[in-house]
């Protein structure tokens, strides 16, 4: 018993380490194309509050500085969905935004009205549309994918995806497509991770957050139209994180090796300078040391110093060398142990060698 479940554990590890292509592009069209619909009910949402407020205004209040601005804002926010060409994709085509543009240009704002209000009620419309059918799509969605998975027809397997694709291009995502979504991202670092070249390395934590920030800010240009220059064929949605991760991953080993060699250079050029003050320090102690050599001895040692000793100053050390015939008495030694304090100065006595 203990052997199957270890078994079936393996098993399950080993599914969930399996990206599919196709479930990872419908994800990203789906994402893409909430943010997509967002951006543009964010939009006309504006514009269809200034109109019923411009509407309320001719009504009841008939404010002329007040009309004046909100004909300013619905000018604006016409302006900026003409132009966009998002909103064009999804709405208009590039001969009725050429007629529409004339006449925002000319601002003449009773038919900007007319032109836009029907185009607001259209939008939100659209949205209660996809709302509704999100229950339907989302069930049929996970059997064209559960059937792709299993399927080992190529031609059959390229008519699944395209309808998984089309039922992406109009539906929302919901909470378990991003987390699925999440852990795809996840698996795509790990795996990449386990390149011989990117071993050794300590800050992986780095690595995961780096690379999911970049997918998740980028994801936005993901385009499952578009066609490679290369091969001739769809933008491979792997390829394209992948890429991603790939890039980030060597951006960060960069960041860190010329944080490194900052490091090592200012540490050297520390070192480098303290080596310097070192060397430059015993120069000067060099330059403060006298060497006295006497002949001969008049009375004492002692005595003779003390006579010498006017031109000790700006002088640290002293180095004196006395006559090899010159005998020093033990009552002489241990005056001259105390010429160090006395003259505040160090004091080397030697006898002159041959």
């Known amino acids: 018993m203990p052997d199957r479940d270890k078994r079936k554990t393996t098993k399950k590890e080993k599914t969930n380490q399996y990206i599919n292509e196709t479930e990872l592009k419908s994800l990203m069209i789906r994402i893409n194309n909430k943010t997509f619909l967002d951006f543009l009910s964010n939009s006309f949402s504006r514009l269809d509050k200034y109109l019923t407020k411009y509407q309320l205004e001719l009504s009841i209040n008939n404010r002329p500085e ?36 004339k006449i925002i240009e000319t601002k003449r704002i009773k038919d900007i009205i007319s032109i836009m209000l029907p185009l607001s009620i259209k939008m939100r419309n659209k949205n209660i549309l996809l709302k509704n059918i999100k229950r339907a799509d989302k069930a049929r ?21 395209n309808r998984i694709v089309q039922i992406s291009e109009r539906n929302y995502i919901d909470k378990q497509s991003y987390e699925r979504f999440g852990e795809m991202v996840l698996l795509i670092i790990k795996n990449i991770l386990k390149k011989p070249k990117f071993s050794g390395y300590t800050y992986r934590d780095e690595f995961y957050s780096d690379s999911t920030d970049k997918i998740l800010r980028y994801l936005k240009n993901y385009n499952h139209n578009l066609i490679s220059k290369i091969n001739g064929q769809e933008v491979n949605a792997f390829s394209y994180l992948s890429q991603y991760v790939h890039n980030s991953i060597l951006f960060i080993i960069k960041s860190k090796n010329e944080e ?7 540490v050297n050029t520390y070192n480098e300078n303290i080596r310097l003050l070192y060397n430059e320090s015993e ?10 050599d006497l002949p001969s001895i008049k009375k004492s040692i002692y005595d003779d110093i003390l006579n010498e000793s006017k031109d000790f100053s700006g002088f640290d050390i002293i180095k004196i060398q006395y006559p090899e015939d010159y005998k020093i008495s033990l009552s002489e030694y241990n005056k001259l142990k105390s010429l160090n304090s006395l003259l505040n100065k160090t004091i080397q006595i030697t006898r002159k060698r041959g």
């Open 260 to 266: 490194k060699t900052d490091i090592e250079t200012y």
């Open 141 to 161: 969605m996970t059997k064209y994918l559960e059937k792709h998975k299993k399927s080992k027809s190529q031609k059959f397997k390229r008519a699944l995806k």
């Open 283 to 292: 120069v000067v102690i060099n330059d403060k040391i006298l060497e006295l």
């Open 66 to 101: 007040y009309i004046s601005v909100l004909e300013d804002y619905i000018l604006r926010t016409s302006a900026s969905i003409l132009k966009n060409k998002k909103h064009q994709l999804m709405l208009l085509s590039d001969v009725v935004v050429k007629e529409y543009r």
